[in-house]
């Protein structure tokens, strides 16, 4: 059994961020090329050298965990698992856009999860696990009151990837809200927990997108799913939901329902 609480567990992973993120930035808007994944992903020396510096920390910290990044897989054999996403929007990163992320999550099956999501180009780290609480560059955060869809400020992740594979909820999509913007990868969910926007609708996702991510949005009174409401877990098909209110998470159900 681990002799690790989940509050040190959390300041450990906005620590390790902290100190990994000087590596992303010191290849922030340097970066001459990629590479292109299996996928059709891009991947960058600092994606790699970004998840390597979060490993070696993690190790000397946690020697006992599992460890599962987007970059170099799995280590270890434990059920307490570090989920790991060292540069979540890399083709903004490669862009020079400053709305890329690091994701860094802690999933427990005997316990809640704990997840940080750190904007290094933005100096803002949001940080949280539900039943204590959600943070903001440390001052606490809390989700919208916003209940329904017509007066909500939402957020459209992978549109191109819609429009294609489901052009029915994406013309849908596009109608619905108050307010909509297209594409801004984990930090359209922290602005969610922050009480800026009030929902977004993702697609196309792994683990290391959604379970960091997952925990800051509830850990502030808010709600992620998939699209039929289930929890998400490592075996989510990676389509999610995030809404500051039940109600308005009902309505996005409804709205994205095939």
Request: net charge negative.
């Amino acid at each position: 059994m681990s002799t690790h609480t989940r509050q040190e567990r959390l300041r450990a992973a906005v620590d390790i961020t902290e100190i990994a993120a000087r590596t992303s930035m010191r290849h922030f808007r340097r970066v001459s090329g990629f590479d292109t994944k299996s996928d059709e992903s891009p991947v960058t020396i600092a994606d790699r050298e970004t998840e390597g510096r979060i490993r070696d920390l993690l190790e000397e910290r946690f020697p006992e965990d599992h460890i599962f990044g987007e970059e170099m897989g799995r280590s270890g054999s434990s059920d307490r698992t570090w989920i790991i996403d060292p540069i979540d929007g890399t083709r903004s990163f490669i862009a020079g856009l400053p709305l890329f992320g690091m994701l860094l999550g802690f999933q427990d099956p005997s316990d809640s999860p704990v997840g940080v999501i750190r904007m290094p180009a933005l100096g803002e780290v949001y940080a949280g696990a539900p039943g204590l609480g959600a943070t903001r560059n440390e001052e606490p955060i809390h989700v919208s009151q916003c209940k329904h869809l017509s007066e909500a400020k939402l957020f459209i992740n992978e549109g191109d990837k819609l429009a294609v594979q489901e052009p029915d909820v994406f013309k849908r999509l596009v109608g619905a809200g108050q307010l909509r913007r297209m594409g801004a990868d984990c930090y359209a969910h922290a602005l969610v927990a922050a009480g800026s926007i009030d929902a977004v609708v993702d697609f196309d996702l792994q683990p290391y997108d959604y379970l960091p991510v997952a925990a800051v949005v509830e850990a502030a009174g808010g709600v992620m799913t998939d699209w039929s409401g289930a929890p998400l877990t490592l075996n989510s098909d990676g389509r999610t939901l995030t809404a500051s209110t039940p109600e308005l998470h009902a309505e996005l159900m409804a709205l994205v329902a095939t």
